[in-house]
């Protein structure tokens, strides 16, 4: 099954690379590009779209604003963050807003391509350049979901919710817990539900929240 791809870039000469890159990939087509995230709301209501690879900075309506209008009026649409050294005060805030990871553009072609399947078998991905900017900020911010007290997890549960913050796959924590995939999706259900959370990525801040990872 084919991967339709949003690509969100204001600068075209960086959008054609990218997309010469991720069409290298036999199961991934870039289907529709924007400039901007004005744009790339106006697209998402025309064409089916699986994934977003989104900038940061863009003209009119940037990526953090865009993340966070795509996300709550389509809660299941699976983002990554195009980001530079310089973004990531900004990039960061993404990710509370549900974004699945952050890519440099500087990336080797081989990392965006794993990157983007990572992320559609489930998984997070923060580039370890960009994490060691980040994690300080995740661990000093306060959210208010996570201050009340959480309801119990199995010991299983905080298995699974530890690999979600290690930035595993569905796959990965099945085949590192010798469960089925459904099955580590009905735990991950179980958990947003228990701890009143809306996505993986909320489980992942969690996790670092809680000492977990």
Known sequence: MTVHILL?????IVRNGLK??????PEFQ?????????????????VHIDLILMDVR???????????????????MRIIILTTFDDDEYAYQT????AMGFILKSSPPEKLLTSIHSVLDGGMVIQEDVAAKLMPKLLQQQYTSFEKQPLP?????????????????????????FLSVGTVKNHITNILQELELRDRTQIA????KNGLV
């Not at 863009?58 to 809660?75: H, L, Q, S, V």
């Open 58 to 76: 863009m003209p009119e309506m940037n990526g953090i604003e865009a993340t966070k209008r795509i996300r709550t009026r389509f809660p299941n």
């Open 205 to 208: 801040i969690y996790a670092i």
């Open 153 to 177: 997890l199995s010991e299983r549960e905080l298995e699974i919710v530890k690999l979600v913050g290690e930035g595993k796959t569905n796959k990965e924590i099945a085949n590192a817990l």
């Open 8 to 12: 969100v870039e204001d600068q075209a």
């Open 30 to 46: 870039v289907v529709a590009e924007a400039s901007n995230g004005i744009e790339a709301l106006k697209m998402i209501e025309k």
């Open 95 to 98: 990710l509370k807003d549900g």
């Open 20 to 25: 010469m890159i991720i069409e290298q990939d």
